[in-house]
């Protein structure tokens, strides 16, 4: 009885999306710009994330989440996501200064719309 494969190969399945990616890789395409441009999750205004204080990122985001026809959920959460996503898919090419200035932002939403987590 002959083996023609390893068994570690039998359970490998392909991937189905992968001539995709890499695609969409060699045309310079970023998934999270279309996310952002695209999506139904907020219309922001051009640069916020490259403000200079946490305060005008988060005056910056209610601006936006109050002007936006596109939103899905609450104002609080539509900032908040589109904020937290944009550290998220930022990942390592993130200063540890901007970060810092992005992770103050948040508290200054949180206090902004008077969801404060002090109890």
Known sequence: MAVT???RDAKRSPR???GA???A????????QHVTQTSNALDLEP???????????ALSLERSV????RRKSDPYRSAMSML???INRAGKSLSPERRKVLGQ???ELRAIFGRDRAH
């Open 84 to 86: 937290s996503f944009h």
């Open 66 to 69: 109050k002007a936006s026809r």
């Open 105 to 107: 932002a948040k508290q």
């Open 5 to 7: 494969g390893s068994p």
């Open 25 to 32: 890789a060699k045309r310079g395409a970023r998934w999270s």
């Open 21 to 23: 990616r890499r695609a």
């Open 16 to 18: 189905k999306d992968s």
């Open 47 to 57: 640069g916020v994330f490259t403000k200079r204080t946490a305060r005008q990122v």
